[in-house]
């Protein structure tokens, strides 16, 4: 519940233009770790398995730490929740030219053609069966883009279709 509150008070402020960045220069290898920490327990809960590649130098950005880690954390709690139990989830982090470029793969349900175009929309949620329902209200990936456009940063979502996973 206080998840689903905090997310509201989040998309609220978002919309609103009332979000202010704390930016410093950060290393994304330490805001990578310090998502996956947060995520920890929902992939225990479902015995996921979550694996990184990132890069052995420093991938400096100037950002905001929390709101960074809190861009990785939602996507890895979207991965996991959408990935049946004992699944398996990678967080790739690199530099690719001028930018860092944060990857996060599942070998989940995928993603329907018709979905895809709406997948960062407010309150969108791929259908999702009784015994997975992990609730939600569909902001996280909302959020997402709306921080990373606030960091001046793009995001993307890539699947070959509904139960394609990977």
């Known amino acids: 519940m206080v998840t689903l509150i905090d997310d ?39 015995r996921h398995d979550c694996g990184t590649d990132i890069a052995d130098e420093p991938l400096w950005v100037d950002g905001d730490p929390a709101r960074l880690a809190q861009i990785v954390s939602n996507l890895l709690t979207n991965a996991a929740k959408y990935t049946p139990a004992a699944g398996r989830i990678t967080v790739r982090a690199e530099r690719e030219g001028d930018c860092v470029v944060v990857r996060v793969k599942d070998n989940g349900i995928g993603i329907s053609p018709e979905m895809m175009p709406k997948i960062f929309d407010l309150f969108m949620q791929e259908g999702q069966s009784l015994e997975r329902d992990e609730g939600g209200l569909g902001l996280g990936l909302a959020i997402v883009q709306n921080l990373v456009t606030l960091h001046g940063g793009t995001v993307e979502a890539m699947s070959p279709g509904r139960d394609q996973g990977e």
């Open 8 to 46: 509201l008070l989040d998309i609220s402020r978002i919309t609103r233009g009332k979000v202010e960045l704390n930016r410093t220069r950060v290393d994304m290898r330490d805001v990578v770790s310090q998502a996956i920490e947060m995520s920890a327990p929902l992939m225990a809960a479902l």
